[in-house]
Every structure is written in structure tokens, then in C-alpha cells.
């Protein structure tokens, strides 16, 4: 009997062209986009002091609001956010009809000195304001801290500095401050690479907090040894209901400490625990510093008494409370590298780069209000997707395909039928509906 050869299926010939019109890859920039109009952030941008020609095409808050946009979408290059302006999507909501040129962008940014970089940083705090507003913060934690961020070029202020991971390697040396509540960047300052982190401290300090929420009645300040200085300690004494958490850095500090009153912490044989007053040669006063040491290794081969080698770690607080839970408090400050890292590798801070410190500076900004948005909206709206990454919220809520269709007059956005997070992302795209602030 002969067989029959005829096969269930035919693979089938795929032909390929570039014919299709009004598909988006970034479905989720509706949402995005919704949340900026609500926190009013375009029409704060468009206040910048930015000297001007008459004849200008493009606003300046839409043009800074699109280079966020592009950031929270994945751009991570200026020439890729002048491909994201071709976006049917984007061209919608800002009404574009034609690209907007990479030049076009950097030539708006290097008009832009420290005047509109601090314009902008008020933009943020703003912003913030309106948040916490709506959260009713009473308690919050700042993290401060400082990072290093490798360039490859001949950028105005990036020269070589510490850089423990590019050694020798050109750099900024940005200085960072975290609201623990939200995890936003509520300041940021971009500085040359060879700039010693406690530089300008007291006055980034200050700063901070002219930007905090109204809403914040008691704060902790929590920062790493580079932050160790009498002027920033005298700056957050001044202000009423906050305490502080700085690391000790003293050249001499591991003899400062083997001379202290040692206690022993019950059912923790190789730890110790001190309090004690002291003041640096520089300070004006004394203040109180809490201690633990643990124990790394006792020598007894060829000593008549053993001798004990300790790990120290010592903290300048105003907070009462027993040193080993001062030493666990500032550990949890750990988080906030990862927030770090976030904005650096995620958001693209000092990746989108001219040959112009300032609109570099204006850059930064964006990549930290693109960030600030990410997890202000999240908070707001799903806190499952607010203890994600950015990238994997961009991943599955912005980077969505979709189809804009027009009918009877109206604009519809279709995406893809059976997505598996539909629901999820119909929830946040609703609740963005419904904030008010």
C-alpha cells in the first residue's frame, strides 16, 4: 500500500517589509506620559530660564520632557532619542509631525548653566512635595552618599580622580541624597571626578533640606564616612527633629578606640559594644560616637598572652540607643547603593553625554527625574511593581507593542489580546486615571 506523503502542515514562506503604520513599542508611555501632566511637570520644566530666539519650534518643557520620556523608555544615547521622537505614540501626545534632531536637542541643553540646573532640582523637590503630599510622610530617612561614574571621552569636568573599579579612568564624582519612603533621588549633584566627597556636603546638605516634603516632621540622616565633617554635622544640628547616623573617618581613630571602656554583649562572646564623647582637633565641640567591634582572630602561637585582633566600627550619632542596633540601623543604609545603581545603570545617568558640563548636569537631572518618576508612579498606584527594578517594570508595563488606531474621532491604543499582564497593567493605567494632586 502506498504511503500517503502529504505533510499535516506546509512551512510557510514569512515575507518581511516595513509597510505597517502607527505601531508603538512603547504602549506604557501613555501612562508615563499621564503621570507628568498630573505632577505639572511639563509646565515647570517650560519655566527654566532658558535664553531663547523667538522663532524656537519646540517648548522647552516639551523638549525636556520628552528627553525623560525617552529615558524611562530605554534611550540611552542622544542619538537614539532623537529616533524615539519618530515614535507614533510620542508624536501623538506632544503632536509632533516630524523628528526632532539630536542637534536640536544638545544645542537647547549647552545654553543651560547652573542657574537652569538648579531651576531644574527645584523642578524635582516640587514634584516631590506633591508626592509625599499625597502619601502623608511624617517619617523619613536621607541617604546621602557619593558614586563614581566612568566616561569614555574628553567631557568638560570628567578627569581622573578615585575610581576604584577603572583606575586611571576619566570620571564624575556625583553626589546623591535618598528618600528612604519612595527610594527617589530628592538631590543630585554632578561634580568633576577629582572632587573629595565631603566637598560642599554642608551646602548639599542644606540644600536637601529646603527640598524636603512639608510633609516630614522627623528625619534620620544617614550617610557614609565621606560625609564625616564638623560643618555637615553643625548644618542638620540646626534643624529641628532630625537625627543622624555619619561612619567615622580618623586617621587615628582605631587608637582613639582601643582606648575606650569595652562591654561585653550578652550571648555574643566575640562582640563589644562603647559609647563615649569626642572631638577632633578641627571640631568646635565633642560629640557622641557609638562603637562595635568584633572579633576576627586571637593569636596564641608564639605570644605568653593571646592577643586579639578586632574589627572596628565606630558612628557619630545623635541617636540613644544600644550601639549594636546603631551599627544594624546604618546597614540597612545598604539599599541605597542599589538605588545607586539603579540610576546609573537603569536610567542611564552620564551614559546620554556632550562635550558641555552643564548640559551634562541637565542630562543627570533627567535620567534622576525619569528615575524619580518610575518609582513615585509605582508607589502610588502598585506597590508590587514598586519593589521591582526600573528595568523590569519597562520591561513588561512600558515596553509593550500596540497599534494606534483612529475611529469616530477618537484615538485608540490596541495591544495585544492575550498579554499576560493585562490585568496588572490595566490596574496601574486606571489608578494613574485617578490621582489628583
Not at 477618537?410 to 495585544?416: C, G, S, V
Request: charged share 25%; glycine share 6%.
Amino acid at each position: 500500500m502506498k504511503k500517503n506523503t502529504k505533510k499535516n502542515s506546509e512551512n510557510q514562506k514569512i515575507h518581511a517589509d516595513f509597510s505597517a503604520g502607527a505601531l508603538t513599542y512603547f504602549s506604557g508611555l501613555k501612562s508615563i506620559h499621564k503621570f507628568i501632566d498630573k505632577l505639572g511637570i511639563r509646565k515647570q520644566l517650560d519655566n527654566i530660564s532658558i535664553d531663547m530666539h523667538h522663532n524656537i519650534i519646540y517648548e522647552t518643557g516639551n523638549l525636556l520632557s520628552i528627553i525623560i520620556e525617552g529615558i524611562s523608555c530605554g534611550m540611552n544615547r542622544i542619538s537614539k532619542l532623537e529616533n524615539f521622537t519618530l515614535d507614533p505614540l510620542l508624536q501623538k501626545l506632544y503632536n509632533l509631525s516630524d523628528k526632532i534632531s539630536s542637534s536640536t536637542i544638545t544645542n537647547r541643553l549647552k545654553r543651560c548653566e547652573m542657574k537652569q540646573c538648579s531651576e531644574y532640582m527645584q523642578v524635582i523637590g516640587n514634584s516631590s512635595q506633591k508626592v509625599h503630599k499625597k502619601l502623608r510622610t511624617a517619617e523619613d530617612m536621607l541617604d546621602l552618599d557619593s558614586s563614581v561614574k566612568t566616561v569614555y571621552g574628553n567631557q568638560q569636568g570628567a578627569v581622573k580622580g578615585f575610581n576604584e573599579k577603572k583606575r586611571g579612568a576619566k570620571s564624575y564624582h556625583p553626589l546623591l541624597g535618598f528618600l528612604n519612603s519612595t527610594r527617589e533621588c530628592l538631590l543630585s549633584w554632578l561634580r568633576p571626578g577629582d572632587t573629595y566627597t565631603a566637598n560642599g556636603s554642608g551646602e548639599f546638605i542644606k540644600q536637601a533640606f529646603s527640598m524636603l516634603p512639608g510633609s516630614i516632621n522627623h528625619l534620620l540622616v544617614r550617610a557614609d564616612s565621606g560625609f564625616f565633617s564638623d560643618s555637615m554635622l553643625s548644618e542638620i544640628e540646626q534643624r529641628k527633629n532630625t537625627d543622624y547616623l555619619i561612619k567615622v573617618k580618623l586617621r587615628n581613630l582605631e587608637s582613639v578606640l582601643s582606648g575606650q571602656d569595652w562591654q561585653e554583649v550578652p550571648g555574643m562572646k566575640d562582640v563589644q559594644i562603647c559609647d563615649f564623647e569626642y572631638s577632633p582637633k578641627s571640631w568646635k565641640k565633642s560629640r557622641h560616637f557609638s562603637a562595635v567591634r568584633f572579633l576576627r582572630e586571637e593569636i596564641t602561637d608564639g605570644v605568653i598572652f593571646p592577643v586579639k585582633i578586632w574589627d572596628y566600627f565606630c558612628y557619630c550619632t545623635n541617636i540613644v540607643d544600644n550601639p549594636l542596633q546603631i551599627h544594624k540601623l546604618y546597614g540597612d543604609r545598604g539599599t541605597s547603593e542599589n538605588w545607586i545603581e539603579n540610576v546609573k545603570n537603569q536610567m542611564f545617568a552620564g551614559q546620554l553625554l556632550t562635550n558641555d558640563f552643564w548640559a551634562n548636569e541637565m542630562l543627570w537631572l533627567s535620567s534622576i527625574m525619569a528615575y524619580n518618576i518610575s518609582v513615585w508612579m509605582r508607589k502610588l498606584t502598585d506597590l508590587a511593581s514598586w519593589h521591582e527594578e526600573p528595568a523590569t517594570f519597562r520591561s513588561w508595563f512600558i515596553q509593550l507593542a500596540g497599534k494606534i488606531v483612529r475611529t469616530c474621532r477618537q484615538i485608540h491604543l490596541k495591544m495585544y489580546e492575550a498579554y499576560y499582564y493585562k490585568e496588572r497593567w490595566r490596574k496601574i493605567d486606571e489608578a494613574v486615571d485617578m490621582l489628583c494632586f
